[in-house]
């Protein structure tokens, strides 16, 4: 079983920053791909970023303002989030895939980024 925890959501004012983390845990042999994704209020979940080995990628709305990271020692993932905007506003998620006993792909419980004056 793996396990991911979030945290790093919140309120902050247009063009403000905020940080996602999310560690993951467990049976964890190989982690393939992290990324992390974002749901607003009655929209799909979209792809935000994702960091695959020494690759990024990012959806078109944020490139520039966010930056993924990883550290591979502490099977965490990062979001750094700069120059917020209102449509940022969203529930974000974590999630990773790789292998342990068997392949996984897990996500994590979601964290609120809210950007509003």
């Known amino acids: 079983q793996v396990q991911l925890v979030e945290s790093g959501g919140g309120l902050v004012e247009p063009g403000g920053s905020l940080r996602l983390s999310c560690a993951a845990s467990?049976?964890?042999?190989?982690?393939?791909?992290m990324g992390w994704y974002r749901q607003a209020p009655g929209k799909e979940r979209e792809l935000v970023a994702s960091?695959?080995?020494?690759?990024?990628n990012y959806a078109d709305s944020v490139k520039g303002r966010f930056t993924i990271s990883r550290d591979n020692a502490k099977n965490t993932v990062y979001l750094q989030m700069n120059s917020l905007k209102p449509e940022d506003t969203a529930v974000y998620y974590c999630?990773?895939?790789?292998?342990?006993?068997?392949?996984?792909?897990?996500w994590g419980q979601g964290t609120l980024v809210t950007v509003s004056s």
């Open positions: 999630n990773v895939r790789g292998r342990g006993l068997n392949y996984f792909a897990v």
């Open positions: 467990g049976s964890i042999f190989r982690i393939d791909t």
């Open positions: 960091i695959s080995g020494g690759s990024t």
